[in-house]
Structures are given as structure tokens and as C-alpha cells.
């Protein structure tokens, strides 16, 4: 069974810019969540979709923003883009998203210059 | 939001040795996982336990869920120089609503051959 999938793998904006990194779950996998992992603030927790619906979201500005699609596959989107938004861009699917394991993706490394 | 405290923070071991690491919390969970990241890559599942007291193995590796359900412990045995990497705790808490988890900070491990 395939893993989890994420594109790009790696990224490079500059300020002010916006992006769109997408994530493929796994096959059966209807729980999606994204996370921003960097040196400083470790793996923070961004939003998790479930059946195309936000059903959590931490705690970050409104210039993030995600969707998922009828297929489960999920997409994040990063609007005027700050130096602070370089990390690594990590989703990690789950069957249903409650009580359940994470798999996670390889995560897309965005840099913002 | 949560807080897991994890640690070590880092370790520095010779090849061969035993490893052990814990995750602490100031409120109950009801999962917990433990994650290997390599640099560069997402992390990876080792373990997960779902119920107070579980003693779960994974070839070296065993991991615990504490008993009064705020702590989690991962030991390696007879460390080898692939277990070089940032193991990663992760809990649910019995409030989350769908598929939250709060990581913690991470254990950097360093295996001298």
C-alpha cells in the first residue's frame, strides 16, 4: 500500500508570494492534517480535514488555509508569504481521525526569501 | 494548548548500549505514539498504545503507556548506528476532537560506533 505523498518536495518563494502544497493520503485514509515543523517551535499542529470538512484548526494567522477534496487528498495554501513561513511542511493521514495512528508524509521544504 | 515534555533532549551513546526516553504531560491522554525522523523526512511510526499500562515491542524497540495516563516511556535496546535520528512522543488527549495530537520537542539521538 502506498504511503502518504506530498508535492512538492521542496520549494522556493519570496516574500509576499503565495503557495499551494498538496498531500495524498493513504488509500482509505479520510483524515488529513497538517502540521509546520521548524528548528525553533518544533512540530506545531495546523488544521485536519476529515470527509472535506475542517474539523480542527491550531493556532496560526488566517493567511493559512487548506481544502480537502471529495478523493481525501488535501491541499495547503500559504498567502503573502513571510520569512517566518520557511519549515517543513509535514500531513499525516489517519483512517478516521479519532483514536487512530498518523502517517505522516515527507513533508514539502518550503524556503521564503 | 497542551505541553509534552520530552526528554531528553539530546543523548550520545556508544553502538551497543540501551536507550531510554520519556514524555511527560500535565493532563490524561488517551493515545500516545512515539515517531523516528530522519533529517530531512517525515517522521516515521514505531509504536503506538492505546491503553493505560500497554507494554507494546517493536524488534528493539519497547515502548510503555505510563499508568496514570500523563507519561510514555520508549527504550532501545542494543542501540546500532541506524538508530541515529529525532524520536518524537506524541498524545491525544481524551478532550481532542477528531485527530489533534501534541508532539513533543523531541530526543535527538546520536549512536558513536
Known amino acids: 500500500k502506498a504511503g502518504v505523498t506530498q508535492t512538492p518536495r521542496y520549494l522556493i518563494k519570496t516574500r509576499g508570494q503565495q503557495v499551494t502544497l498538496s498531500c495524498s493520503p493513504i488509500s482509505g485514509h479520510r483524515s488529513v492534517s497538517w502540521y509546520q515543523q521548524t528548528p525553533g517551535q518544533g512540530l506545531q499542529f495546523l488544521f485536519e480535514y476529515f470527509s472535506e470538512t475542517q474539523r480542527n484548526k491550531g493556532n496560526f494567522p488566517g493567511r493559512f488555509s487548506g481544502r480537502q477534496f471529495s478523493n481525501s487528498r488535501s491541499e495547503m495554501n500559504v498567502s503573502t508569504l513571510e520569512l517566518g513561513d520557511s519549515a517543513l511542511y509535514l500531513c499525516?493521514?489517519?483512517?478516521?481521525?479519532?483514536?487512530?495512528?498518523?502517517?505522516f508524509g515527507p513533508g514539502t521544504r518550503l524556503t521564503v526569501l | 494548548g497542551q505541553q509534552l515534555n520530552q526528554s531528553p533532549q539530546s543523548m550520545f551513546i556508544q553502538e551497543g548500549e540501551d536507550v531510554s526516553m520519556n514524555c511527560t504531560s500535565s493532563?490524561?491522554?488517551?493515545?500516545w505514539l512515539w515517531y523516528k525522523q530522519d533529517p530531512g523526512e517525515g517522521p516515521v511510526l514505531l509504536i503506538a498504545?492505546?491503553?493505560?499500562?500497554e507494554l507494546t515491542s517493536n524488534g528493539r524497540l519497547t515502548a510503555q503507556f505510563g499508568i496514570t495516563r500523563k507519561d510514555s516511556f520508549l527504550n532501545i535496546s542494543a542501540s546500532i548506528p541506524s538508530d541515529v535520528g529525532i524520536y518524537f512522543c506524541?498524545?491525544?488527549?481524551?478532550?481532542?476532537?477528531?485527530?489533534?495530537?501534541?508532539f513533543g520537542t523531541g530526543t535527538s539521538l546520536t549512536v558513536i560506533p
Open positions: 506524541a498524545g491525544q488527549p481524551p478532550s481532542a476532537t477528531g485527530n489533534q495530537f501534541y
Open positions: 498504545l492505546y491503553k493505560a499500562g
Open positions: 493532563s490524561i491522554f488517551n493515545t
Open positions: 499525516a493521514s489517519s483512517r478516521t481521525g479519532s483514536q487512530d495512528t498518523q502517517y
